[in-house]
Structure formats: structure tokens, C-alpha cells
């Protein structure tokens, strides 16, 4: 479970300073599927980042399930990114001189797994999304909503408490759109997950079970 | 995963891979060739020098040269003196031969003493010394007037430029000499002599050489008229063991040939003979012209030249490195060529390669920004990442080095093959190493020169004892050889290039590591998006 106490994030750009999120508080139960939304440049990737372990905020505390992440320094934070916090990204975010099977492996370096075991387990993860066939190929040999299924794979292969999306289906067509969401949601509901997705997409919105708006950093609850 | 994906980023990076590689073989085969020629040239110097002054000399004391106070002996010139009853008249009576030679320090050569020997000997860090006396043997033979011819009889001699004496009869045309007509005809030849100490072997001039034939000179020669000859000047003057040469009107029997230890140098005189007897014959009782000195360690050698320097007075005391110094000819232009324009080209593609491989990994990091942020957005630590750049850099760097290493071996195969010939001189005239020193590092001295006197009007005969440069007091100062280089490789050498490859490709690595690790996921996930 997630719980953000008056969370904000202020940067500081040359002669002036943006306010990313204001005095957030807000809580996540285990196991639920959150949508968030909101205009460009309204807080939402800062929220995720918050979330996800990868920046701390300027004032406020963030804890997950009882760890105060804020109070961890950044080899613990690195280990929690590694162990309990899958991401996908909008881009991909491949490393496009691994193989499918290879970049799914690299999620489980920080577990510092071995190489059969990692092997063993990047295979069942690409088959889980199902491209077990495609394990051997290039990044760049792969379409967008394989890409896509690659990076949920590599989020997945840890078995994380929680998995965050920014915006997962941004570069995808519609249909592939879909399959890629009924693949997470399948996930989720199979592993219970927390999943959190920020989108700006309604159709994938109206998907979760709770929506959040978020606007010039101040979060609310969508009915 | 992480030599797969070394491997990989390498294979995908293959013409940064391949420039930095090419830039780090580049200094390493220039580092390797430069310090294989340049340890070839010192070789060779060290050879120069040691045909000259032995091996296992690291010092030489040598008197600083004097005024010529102008008589005979140490630094006057050169004369030769006959009285009326010298040489053989001819049997019409009219032509007087003579032949002289004489055994003398060269001209401005100081000397020093058994005294300076034993001081040398007693100072802490003289492993062993041993002392010379190096000599020039002029001698004088040809076809003179009969010393009477044109006088009244009474009395001989040459007074003037081809011209009678006032006492001389001047009313009758010339008869006698060489020509009939009055003129002479003379010879004068000289080579170098080297008195050296029988007993000592270890150190000096004939610590150097290797016997071609006979025997050496040992402790039984002591005070006996015996010499060993230079195999170069035994050719060209047709000498052979058990043949006799004549030194300052003395029969000495040849006894042994010596040649240098390098087939194409010549030893450091043409004749040695025993130092006692030398010093006898020439006049110069318990002088030396240089003294030899091995010191105990090489760290030493410093120590002793300052202590010797305290201690003797008005000489000079050199060492290998001043020796080599004195080299010159292509030799020294190839040592200056590598000391100046190898290293610093060295330095400066060492100092290329490192900045160019330190650019790239700068670059290529940043280039994978969003890859490293990704990679700590999934947990990767900062020591992982670092690793990971770092031991890419390491391979580039160590294919540079394997490639330059091989490279610079057939550079330094084709200077040995080429094997180019450097001539060394050694020794200057009447220099800082000592009159002596230099006339002894003369190997090819022998100086002869011959004139034909006389135009059948009495006029052109030169007077003698004179003056005049001196014969063999002008004898040859410096020792030329030729050496062919060879570039010695040491394992260490390659070694050491490798791993400056190695220092470069950890050094970028390092570099582009810290850059990396510097990232924060948030910021590398935000900056690319």
C-alpha cells in the first residue's frame, strides 16, 4: 500500500521554480488499479516517478507498505526499484543491443540471479506475454506493441508488488492498444498487483477501478 | 549478462570500437618501437664506449690538460735529435740513414700519479681501478746528407731551411743526399701505445677486447719488453705473433692479437705493451694518463664521481653518462632523434589516444542516457553501471593494446632486419676526458707522414727540431666505429604498453563510469522524453 503524505516536488529551473506536485496526500490500497490523468505538464510523470522510487520529493513523505522511501538513500531506493517495483515506459525503453529474452533478463541483474535461473525465468516472462517465440530477436526487429509486451515482461519477471505505466499505449495504433491492456489487466487481476497507469487516454481510464485527475499538482478523485 | 552485453555493445559500437582500438595501437606500437630503438641506441653507445674505456667502466679520471711547456716529453713538440756519429753512412759517404723513435705523452696531455691511482683505489664505492699510460710512438727514418756534407768537418748538423751553415762551404754545388744533389728524403710514422697494468684485468681498455691469437698480457710480463697488438693495426702493418715492433728504439716481441668484442670497432690503441715498461721508455716514471674505475653498484656511481672529484685535484672525472656525451656521428644524431622527437611523439599519441578514448566513452554515454536510466529505473546500482562502461572501455582499450602490441613487434622486426648502421666517435681532441684519455681512445692513430726534401739547390730542406705541430702528439682523438642498431624488445617493454593501453581504456572507462553513475533515473528517463 501506498501512502503519500503531503507530497510535493519543486524544481528549480534557471530563474525560476515549477511546482510539480503540491501537498499530495493520497493512498493506494494493495491490489488496485488506479488510472491517472491529466493535462501535459500537470504532475502526472512526476507523481509516477514519486511512486516508482526514481526522485524524491522536495517536502512530504512517501511510504510503500510501511518503508518510508524518502528516508532510504539511493542504493536502498535502487534495491526497491529492483525488487519491488515493476515500470513500463511510453517508450519502450529497451536496450536495443539486447535480445528480447536478454532485456527481460536485465531486471533480474539487481537480484543478482543466475544466469539459468534468469534465463529460465526471462523465457516464462516473454511467454506470459506471449512471445515466447520471439525471445532471440533485436528490439528493432519487433513491432511497437511487441516492444511494449517486451517491457511488461521485463517489469513483470521480478514479480513485483507493484507496476507502474507511463503512458503504455501512447505509441501504439488502437487495436494493438487493447491487447496491450487486456494484457495488463490480466496480469493484474492473475498476480494481484497494484497497477497504476497514467494515461491520457479515457478509454484506458475507464478501465480502472479509480481514477485520479491531476492538475497544476494538485491531485482529485474522479467520481 | 555482463560480458553478453559487453559483447554486444562493443559489436553494435564497431567504429568506436574500432577507432579507439586503432588510437591505443597506435601508441602502443609507438611506445614499443621508441623504446626498442632508443634501448638499441644505448646499447650501442654503451658498446661505443666500452671498445674504448672497457666494460665495467663507470668512471674515468683523467688529469686536465696543460700547457705545452715546450720541451720533450708531456706536451712539447715532437723532435728528434742526431749527433754527427747517428745513423749509417753510405759507402760513397755522401748519404747518412737514420731511423729514431721516440715513445712520448701525446701533446697537451697532463698526467697522474700511482699516488692518484691509490686514492681512487681506497675510496668507499671502488669495486676496482686500474690506471694507463697512453703514448704515441713517432719514429723517424730516411735518407739524410751526411751530417758533414758541406760543413768543415768538424761539425754536423742542419741549420736552416736548405741552406749551409756559415761555416759551410758555399762555393761549390751541393753533393750527398737522397737526390746527390743534397736533399733528403724521410719518413715519420706513429701509432698509438697503450701501458697498461698486466695484473689487472677486470676493469680498463682490455676488459673489452677478445684474443685472436697468442697470449694476453699477465702478471709474468711485468718489466718484459712484449706486446699485444690490435688485430686492425696487426693487418695493416703485416705484424703476426712472434713477429718483433720497435717501440722508442726497443725490439718488443709480439706475443698476442687482440680485436674488439664488436667485429666492427677497433680497440682502444695499436700496440699495448706493460705500464711499467712503457712508463720507462717513455720517460714518465709512475705517471698515468687515466685512471679506469668500476664502482661497486650503479647507485654508486654518483657517490664516487663526487668523492673522486673532492679528493683529486686538477683532473677531470667522468662518468658513462658524460662518456656518452662525448659520442657523436649518426649514432648520437639517432640517440637525440629518439630522446626528443620518439618520446615526445610517444607522449603526445599516448595523450591522443587517451583523450580520444575518454571523448568517446563521454560520448557514448551520453548518447545512452535514457539506456542507463532505464537501467537504474529496473534497479540496476550505480557500481554495476560504472562496471559495465568501465569494462567496455577496459576491452577497447586492451584490442588496442593486443593490436599495437603486434604491430610495434613488426615494427621493431623490421628496424632488426633493416638494421640500420650508426657511426659513433668517440673522444675530442685534447678534451675534458684528457689528452691521454682521448689519444688512447684513438684506434685508429696511426699517423704517418713522409717528405721528399731537396730541389737539387739545397734550398729546400726543412730544419728539424724546430717546432712544428709534433707528430703523434697530433695523432687521432677519436675513436669512429660502426654499429649496427638492434632494437632489443623486453618483455617488460611490452608490458608496459599494454598496460598503458589498459590505463587508457580504465582511465575513459573510469571517466564515462562517473558520468554514468551521476545520472539520476528520473532526470535521464525526463531529459530523453
Known amino acids: 500500500m501506498y501512502q503519500l503524505t503531503d507530497v510535493s516536488r519543486v524544481y528549480k529551473q534557471k530563474n525560476r521554480t515549477v511546482t510539480a506536485l503540491k501537498d499530495v496526500t493520497l493512498t493506494i490500497p494493495d491490489g488496485q488499479m488506479v488510472a491517472i490523468q491529466g493535462p501535459t505538464g500537470g504532475g502526472k510523470s512526476t507523481l509516477l516517478q514519486m511512486l516508482g522510487a526514481l526522485d524524491r520529493p522536495t517536502n512530504g513523505a512517501i511510504e510503500l507498505d510501511g518503508t518510508v522511501l524518502t528516508k532510504l538513500g539511493d542504493a536502498k531506493l535502487g534495491s526497491v526499484r529492483g525488487s519491488d517495483i515493476g515500470i513500463v515506459f511510453q517508450g519502450f525503453n529497451l536496450i536495443p543491443t539486447l535480445t528480447a529474452q536478454e532485456n527481460v533478463e536485465t531486471a533480474l541483474v539487481p537480484q543478482k540471479a543466475p544466469a539459468a535461473e534468469r534465463a529460465q525465468r526471462a523465457r516464462a516472462a516473454l511467454e506470459s506475454v506471449g512471445l515466447g517465440e520471439r525471445a532471440e530477436h533485436l528490439p528493432g526487429e519487433l513491432s511497437g506493441g511487441q516492444q511494449q509486451r517486451v517491457a511488461i515482461a521485463r517489469a513483470l519477471v521480478k514479480e513485483p508488488r507493484v507496476l507502474l505505466a507511463d503512458e503504455p499505449t501512447g505509441n501504439l495504433d488502437e487495436e494493438t492498444r487493447d491487447e496491450i491492456m487486456e494484457l495488463l489487466e490480466g496480469l493484474w487481476r492473475d498476480r494481484g498487483l497494484t497497477l497504476i497507469i497514467v494515461t491520457h487516454d479515457s478509454a484506458v481510464a475507464r478501465r480502472a477501478q479509480r481514477r485520479l485527475h491531476i492538475k497544476q499538482g494538485h491531485v482529485r478523485e474522479v467520481a | 549478462m555482463f560480458g553478453r552485453y559487453l559483447r554486444r555493445e562493443l559489436g553494435n559500437r564497431r567504429r568506436q570500437t574500432v577507432i579507439i582500438a586503432i588510437g591505443m595501437a597506435l601508441a602502443v606500437a609507438l611506445v614499443i618501437v621508441v623504446n626498442a630503438v632508443s634501448a638499441g641506441v644505448k646499447d650501442a653507445q654503451a658498446q661505443a664506449l666500452a671498445s674504448v674505456y672497457g666494460v665495467g667502466t663507470d668512471i674515468t679520471v683523467t688529469s686536465t690538460p696543460q700547457r705545452p711547456d715546450g720541451t720533450t716529453g708531456q706536451g712539447g713538440p715532437q723532435q728528434f735529435d742526431f749527433g754527427a756519429q747517428d745513423g749509417s ?7 747518412q740513414e737514420v731511423n729514431q723513435s721516440r715513445l712520448e705523452v701525446a701533446r697537451g696531455s697532463g698526467t697522474l700519479t700511482a699516488a692518484n691511482l691509490a686514492t681512487v683505489a681506497k675510496t668507499d664505492g671502488v669495486a676496482s ?18 751530417f758533414t756534407q758541406g760543413q768543415d768537418g768538424t761539425q754536423g748538423g742542419f741549420a736552416g731551411p736548405g741552406q749551409s751553415s756559415d761555416s759551410g762551404s758555399t762555393d761549390s754545388a751541393p753533393t750527398g743526399g737522397a737526390d746527390g744533389a743534397g736533399g733528403s728524403s724521410f719518413g715519420i710514422e706513429s701509432f698509438t701505445v697503450l701501458g697498461v697494468d698486466p695484473t689487472a684485468d677486470a676493469v680498463g681498455p682490455l676488459s673489452a677486447v677478445t684474443l685472436s691469437d697468442g697470449v694476453g698480457l699477465d702478471k709474468s ?8 697488438l690490435d688485430s686492425s693495426y696487426a693487418t695493416t702493418e703485416d705484424l703476426a705473433v712472434g713477429d718483433t715492433i720497435t717501440l722508442a728504439d726497443t725490439d718488443f716481441e709480439i706475443v698476442g692479437i687482440v680485436a674488439s668484442t664488436d667485429s666492427s670497432s677497433e680497440t682502444a ?16 716514471e709512475d705517471a698515468l694518463t687515466s685512471i679506469y674505475v668500476s664502482a661497486d653498484s650503479a647507485d654508486d656511481i654518483d657517490a664516487v664521481q663526487t668523492a673522486l672529484e673532492k679528493k683529486l685535484e686538477n683532473t677531470t672525472v667522468s662518468t658513462q653518462a658524460d662518456l656518452a ?15 626528443n622527437l620518439g618520446t615526445w611523439l610517444s607522449i603526445l599519441v599516448l595523450a591522443a589516444a587517451f583523450l580520444i578514448a575518454i571523448l568517446f566513452t563521454i560520448s557514448g554515454v551520453t548518447r545512452r542516457t ?6 537504474k529505473a529496473i534497479g540496476w546500482s550505480n557500481r554495476r553501471i560504472v562496471g559495465q562502461v568501465a569494462g567496455e572501455s577496459l576491452v577497447q582499450g586492451l584490442i588496442g593494446g593486443a593490436v599495437g602490441a603486434v604491430v610495434g613487434l613488426a615494427g621493431v622486426l623490421i628496424v632488426n632486419l633493416v638494421a640500420p648502421t650508426l657511426s659513433a666517435s668517440v673522444g675530442s681532441t685534447g678534451g675534458r676526458m ?5 689519444a688512447a681512445a684513438g684506434a685508429a692513430p696511426t699517423a704517418a707522414a713522409s717528405a721528399a726534401a731537396g730541389d737539387g739547390t739545397g734550398q729546400a730542406a726543412g730544419g728539424f727540431g724546430g717546432g712544428g705541430p709534433g707528430f703523434g702528439g697530433g695523432a687521432s682523438t677519436s675513436s669512429t666505429t660502426d654499429i649496427a642498431l638492434h632494437a632489443p624488445i623486453t618483455l617488460w617493454i611490452i608490458a608496459a604498453a599494454v598496460g598503458l593501453a589498459l590505463l587508457g581504456g580504465l582511465l575513459a572507462g573510469a571517466i564515462g563510469g562517473w558520468r554514468a553513475s551521476r545520472l539520476r533515473p528520473a532526470e535521464a528517463l525526463r531529459s530523453v522524453a
Open chain 2, 89 to 95: 753512412t753510405s759507402t760513397d759517404g755522401e748519404t
Open chain 2, 269 to 284: 690503441a695499436n700496440v699495448y705493451i706493460p705500464l711499467d715498461v712503457a712508463q720507462t721508455l717513455s720517460g714518465e
Open chain 2, 325 to 339: 656525451s662525448t659520442v657523436s656521428g649518426s649514432l648520437s644524431s639517432a640517440g637525440s632523434l629518439v630522446a
Open chain 2, 434 to 438: 684528457g689528452g691521454g684519455t682521448d
Open chain 2, 221 to 228: 710480463d711485468v718489466g718484459k719488453d712484449v706486446a699485444v
Open chain 2, 129 to 146: 681501478a686500474t690506471g694507463v699510460l697512453s703514448l704515441t710512438n713517432s719514429t723517424f727514418s730516411g735518407t739524410l746528407p751526411t
Open chain 2, 370 to 375: 535514457r539506456e542507463f536510466g532505464t537501467l
